[in-house]
């Protein structure tokens, strides 16, 4: 049964530590609202600072509609403010890579949610999947949003380089990609390595980039440089609609 999707989705940036709308508050870390592939998907969670909360005051957006929280990595500044949602939203999935420790399992069903481990890629809800495990020494999930104009693909920090899971994302859905989004992680690479990633990405006919959190202001620079008027700038309150893009 070969279905083309017809969701357009909504992200909206709930917690980074660069800028975009004055009114939110912005601390070390990455979260993202998905909303339109029918489930609501709160991506990562930020830091244990009550910014991501704060922030969802200011987005108009309501902690009750999430239907699932889907967490990247274990690090603090990706997994810190699921205490604090989890206070106002229990009872749902919370997707994370299976290598996480029971001590952080058990406290999110203590919290009453659900943890799910994932190891392999697998299909999350309609359109979308994760990328499964990926990398060696930080162990990451980047997911994969199938949309009518072609595949957004998101990631908390892209730890296991962000080139392998644009890879693994195609091998899963091999369909043109829209847009790659999130901390890119190339803080410390070289300019020259950085640019020769964007060209690539835009010879890949990538069409949007939109490196944000980790992924240092030259990475920024470069990628806007290389895709032009297609280098969507994030930040807190930054919100895209594939519909427009």
Sequence with gaps: SFHTPTKEITL?????????EEGFKNSWGFSCLIEGTGQTILFDTGGNDGNL?????????DPQDVDMIILSHIHSDHTGGIAEFLESK???DVYMP?????????GIENQGARPVLV????????NVWSTGEMG???IEQSLVIQTPKGLVIITGC???????????????????????????HLLRTGTDA????????KDKHIQYAAPTHCSGDGTRRVFQEVFGERYLKLGTGKVIQTAKL
């Excluded at 909206?12 to 975009?20: F, G, Q, R, V």
């Excluded at 190891?119 to 309609?126: E, G, Q, R």
């Excluded at 950085?194 to 990405?201: D, P």
Aim: aromatic share 12%.
């Design 158 to 184: 892209a730890h296991p380089g962000i080139e392998n899971i644009v890879a693994k994302a195609v091998e899963i859905k091999d369909e043109p990609v829209l847009m790659v989004m999130g901390g890119f």
């Design 90 to 92: 229990t009872g749902i």
């Design 136 to 138: 060696r020494e930080i």
């Design 119 to 126: 190891s392999d890629a697998v299909k999350i809800t309609d």
């Design 194 to 201: 950085v640019e020769l990633i964007a060209r690539e990405f």
């Design 53 to 61: 909360m704060y922030n969802f005051k200011a987005a108009g957006k």
């Design 12 to 20: 909206t940036i709930l917690y980074d530590n660069y800028k975009y």
């Design 98 to 106: 299976q290598s996480f420790p029971e001590e952080f399992k058990k």
